[in-house]
């Protein structure tokens, strides 16, 4: 099956940069493209991508707006990719708490742009976990109690403890020593008790809870 992308940057020369890599893999097809995040509902209703590459800094409705726009108003929405110039940056990190799975630099090899649709169409998060540590650092709120609310049991909270660290499933199963099917259970709880759609605000939660620090 062929993963299908929607680009949206204010800057054609990304954009057209974008297409190239994107259109050149065989399971990879550029639908259609935006310069402004109000673009996207209508093009994202009329193509049905599976991936939107969103760029946060545009002018007139930005990245985080379009984003947490079309998450909380699509039936079926697809994964955002978050595209950013700079990694430590409040835009990023708004984007992320507003649903987007990860986010790539746009300096990123094009090697990295293809895995990074690839991984987040097939349901995973991008997660960097020190970039996360970093943009939590610098501008999330501390101290909330979406971790208590939750009540997750010892394994569970054992489970997101790892999960901060960017293991991945097989990972996590290995330092357990259960099976990758038990651990997927156990993620699949956790983001429903934490009401997230995935392990990207799943980190998030437990960072600005105070369940992990940004210092370690």
Known sequence: MTTGVLIVDDDE???IGLRAIIDAQPDLEVLAEAADGAEVPPLVARHRPDVVLMDVRMPGIDGIQA???LLTTSADPPRVLVVTTFA???YVYEALRA??????LKRARPAEVVEAVRVVAAGESLLFPAAIRQLVGA?????GDRLRAARLTEREAEVLRLMTTGRS???IAAHLVVGVETVKTHVGNVLAKLGVR??????IAAYESGFVTPSG
């Open 169 to 171: 499933n097989p990972e």
């Open 99 to 104: 649903g987007a799975s990860g986010f790539l």
């Open 88 to 90: 430590n940056d409040e």
């Open 139 to 143: 501008y999330g709120p501390v101290g």
């Open 67 to 69: 984003t947490r726009h």
């Open 13 to 15: 020369l990304i954009r």
């Open 198 to 203: 995935d392990r990207t605000q799943a980190v």
